[in-house]
């Protein structure tokens, strides 16, 4: 199970991940492609949602789904949000705001029993961009 670090000083809702996120936080900086780790990371998360999503889930699988996902959007958050990030501002802004979007989404789905497809649906989007082959954002010059 993922937890956080309480006296991160990384300000609310970023906190600094462990686990499997923070791996991805380690990781990210070693030799293996970071967009690799990104999509393995995603797809792993994806999975979880996609099994919480059946009805024959059981009652532990939907909270750790969840928890996983913010676990794996918390380590991408505060990755952009590090000076050493090279993507531009406004991509930066735009994944830290979708960031905040999956946040809110996965209150609502505990809150309001919303399904998971939307999360679901985000991550594959954001996981197609991360593929082989697809467009990478340019570095910051």
Known sequence: MLSVVQD??????????????AAYSSVIRGTEDPREIEYRVLARATALLESASFPTAGPAELPTAIHENRMVWTAFAADL???ENGWEVA????LLSLARW?????????R???????????????MAGLKPGAAAQPEAS
């Open 91 to 94: 991509a930066k802004a735009r």
């Open 8 to 21: 991160s000083p990384l300000p609310a809702p970023v906190m600094r991940p462990r686990g499997i996120a």
């Open 81 to 83: 949000a590090t000076p």
């Open 102 to 110: 999956i946040f809110a989404e996965s209150d609502r789905v505990i």
């Open 112 to 126: 309001e029993n919303k399904p998971l497809q939307a999360l679901i649906d985000v991550n594959r989007a954001v």
